[in-house]
Each structure stands twice: as C-alpha cells, then as structure tokens.
T-cell receptor, first 116, second 114 residues
Framework: DAGVTQSPTHLIKTRGQHVTLRCSPI?????VSWYQQVLGQGPQFIFQ???????GRGNFPDRFSARQFPNYSSELNVNALLLGDSALYLC???????????????FGPGTRLTVT | DQQVKQNSPSLSVQEGRISILNCDYT??????FLWYKKYPAEGPTFLIS?????DKNEDGRFTVFLNKSAKHLSLHIVPSQPGDSAVYFC?????????????FGTGTRLKVLA
C-alpha cells in the first residue's frame, strides 16, 4: 500500500514568486496536515484539512494557503516567497483529526523548497 | 514561545542498554502526545502515542510515560539497537476554539553505539 506521496521532491524559486506543493494521503485517510521544517527545528504546524474543510491553523501569515480536494489530496500554496520560506515542507495524513489513535499522522518524505 | 521542549539535543547509548528521551510541555490544554522518529532524507515516522488520561503506554521495546503534574513525558527504548539511531521528536496536540493545533519539539538525536 502506498504511503503519503508529495511532489515535487525539490524546488528552487526566486523571491516574490508563488509555489504550489502537492500531497496525496494514504488511501482511506481523510485528513491532511502541512508542516514546515527548517534545519535544526521540529516541524511547525501550518494547516490541517479534513473533508475539504480547514480544521486547524498554525501561526503562519496569509501568504500561506491550502485546500483539499474531493479525493482528499491537498495543495499548499505560498505567495510572495521570502528567503525565510526555504525549508522542508511535510505533508501528513491521518484517518480523522482528533479522535484518539487517529491523531496518529503519517508523514510523506517532504518537498525541499529553496528560495533564492 | 516553545510550548514543547526537548532539552537534550543529543544522546548516546550503548547497544542493549536503555535509552530515555525526555520532553517537557507548558500548555495544560494538550490532550494527546506522540513520539516520532526521523531518519535523514525521510519524513518523520510515527512511533508511539499516549492520551492525557493515561500515564503509560507500551508497544514492544518502546514505552511512553506521562507525568501530567510535572508536564513531562519520556520515551524509553529497551533494549536499544543500532537501528534506533535517529532524531526523535516529541509532539503534542490540542483542540481549542474549534481548531486543532500540533506542536513539535526540536528533536533529540539518539546514537546507539554497537
């Protein structure tokens, strides 16, 4: 069974540009979360979506947005890129948010974004 | 404001001995705690979790202990194996104001020496 997949694997963008990252959850999982991980830090929570609705949001500016599609895949969009947006972006899927063991999130390999 | 803290950036343990990784948190609203393991160039892998209504959860070689009064949890690995060498993240979740939040610590790098 396929795990969480993310595309692209690596991406290089210029300051001010826009980027779209994609994630496909584990089959049967209806919740997708996005995290940003900079070197030497733990993952920082950006968004959680469940059944196409936003169910959680971290402390990120409005330049960050996301959506979830009917097939439960998700996109993370970042506008007006800054150098500080350079990081590993992780997607995680789970059965449901906040229901006992279904808190357990399964992570994809991430997309490495470099902003120059 | 780091709500989940892993104060030991690294830990070295001999193979076969016990590894104890610690995590402290400040937010009493957290209701579920999780440990993840991360190898280089991979996403974090779920290891074990514990609800705030419990004080211990065991899964094979891994046991998580929760001390709510001290706002402290720990992960015990017994016996430690070289394959356990990785970065371990403690994470906590809370449901407040109709939304979920997940907070990760900064990680502890465990090295198990053969």
């Amino acid at each position: 069974d396929a795990g969480v997949t993310q595309s692209p694997t690596h991406l290089i963008k210029t300051r001010g540009q826009h980027v779209t990252l994609r994630c496909s959850p584990i089959s049967g999982h209806k919740s997708v979360s996005w995290y940003q991980q900079v070197l030497g830090q733990g993952p920082q929570f950006i968004f959680q979506y469940y059944e196409k609705e936003e169910r959680g949001r971290g402390n990120f500016p409005d330049r960050f947005s996301a959506r979830q599609f009917p097939n439960y895949s998700s996109e993370l969009n970042v506008n007006a890129l800054l150098l500080g947006d350079s990081a590993l972006y992780l997607c995680a899927s789970s059965l449901n948010p906040g229901e006992g063991p279904t808190y357990e999130q399964y992570f994809g390999p991430g997309t490495r974004l470099t902003v120059t | 404001d780091q709500q989940v803290k892993q104060n030991s950036p690294s830990l070295s343990v001999q193979e076969g001995r016990i590894s104890i990784l610690n995590c402290d948190y400040t937010n009493s609203m957290f209701d579920y705690f999780l440990w993840y393991k991360k190898y280089p160039a991979e996403g974090p892998t779920f290891l074990i979790s514990i609800s705030s209504i419990k004080d211990k959860n065991e899964d094979g070689r891994f046991t998580v202990f929760l001390n709510k009064s001290a706002k402290h949890l720990s992960l015990h690995i017994v016996p430690s194996q070289p394959g356990d060498s990785a970065v371990y993240f403690c994470a906590a979740s809370a449901y407040t104001s109709g939304t979920y939040k997940y907070i990760f610590g900064t990680g502890t790098r465990l090295k198990v020496l053969a």
